[in-house]
């Protein structure tokens, strides 16, 4: 069949670059030994170099279009090919619910939404490697003190070691987008727990960073009561971007006292 065409609405911009495709099917080494999992591949552009792996390998198309292109350009990959929306899938069915690498050159309008997923299955996911918008990537590998750090970037550092590998410029995407785009990998790190209420801390984290310009006190009112005397302590005078993941988590301990 012919090529596929990208789709607005799906946030397809297909990767025309063959050596920046097959430098981001490398970064699935850095996990080796566990089955790996394709989100997004289109025509197939990192999934040739994710097949010369020699790994147990999936992927996940919602695109009904690609899905016969990938059936007819890579009959290797049989009943690997899975026609859904990874957003909705039970991702313990994937490998029968062992451990894989989740990679992809992910739709730009459900990029955030893909790592809100992964946290939500962190331990079936040691390492989450892929392209997404270079601002997503900023975000997420951001510390305290920066003007981009925010929700994504305590939420999924909580959990995981964030590297920032390349930036990958417009010109090699069909369409090209209009922003630049970034490699990343994400690693779990040694955490099982993180010794506080995680969904108090979640609640927490969003709710400071609703208003991350004001100081703390602002955001803490949707979950402390306006007389609770917690709230004169000096780290809600700080902006929410100032706090790292330790001190929401010893934060989180703080306010559950008083709940």
């Known amino acids: 069949m012919n090529q ?10 297909f990767l025309t670059d063959l050596k920046i495709a097959s430098d ?9 030994d566990i089955p790996v999992l394709e989100v997004g591949p289109g025509m197939g552009v990192m999934t040739q ?3 010369t792996k020699n ?3 999936k992927v996940v198309e919602i695109d009904r279009e690609s899905v016969p292109y990938l059936q007819e350009h890579f009959p290797q ?11 909705k899938m039970d991702l313990h069915k994937v490998f029968d619910g062992r451990q894989f690498v989740l990679t992809g050159n992910y739709p730009y309008n459900i990029s955030s939404q893909i790592f809100f997923k992964m946290l939500e299955n962190k331990d079936l996911i040691p390492c989450c490697t892929g392209m997404i918008q270079k601002e997503v990537a900023e975000r997420m590998a951001s510390g305290p003190g920066s003007k981009v750090y925010g929700v994504l970037s305590v939420l999924v ?22 922003v630049k785009s970034a490699v990343v990998r994400l690693t779990r790190n040694s955490k099982q727990t993180l010794g506080c209420n995680e969904k108090l801390f979640r609640r927490i984290v969003k709710s400071v960073f609703t208003m991350r310009r004001k100081m703390m006190r ?28 330790e001190e929401f988590i010893d934060l989180t301990n703080r306010v559950e006292a008083f709940l």
Not at 4 to 13: D, E, I, N, T, Y
Not at 80 to 87: H, N, S
Not at 223 to 230: E, H, N, W
């Open 55 to 57: 790994r147990e390998f």
């Open 49 to 51: 170099f994710l097949l």
């Open 77 to 87: 990959l049989g009943e690997g090919i899975i026609e859904a929306d990874f957003l």
């Open 157 to 178: 550092q909580a959990w995981y070691d964030v590297d920032y590998l390349f930036t990958v410029h417009e010109t090699v995407f069909n369409p090209p987008p209009k």
């Open 24 to 32: 981001i099917a490398d970064t699935v080494d850095a996990c080796p």
């Open 4 to 13: 596929v065409r990208p789709k607005k609405f799906l946030g397809q911009h």
């Open 218 to 245: 602002n955001g803490m009112r949707q979950i402390l009561p306006k007389d609770c005397p917690l709230l004169a302590d000096p780290i809600f005078n700080k902006r929410p971007e100032q706090l790292s993941v």
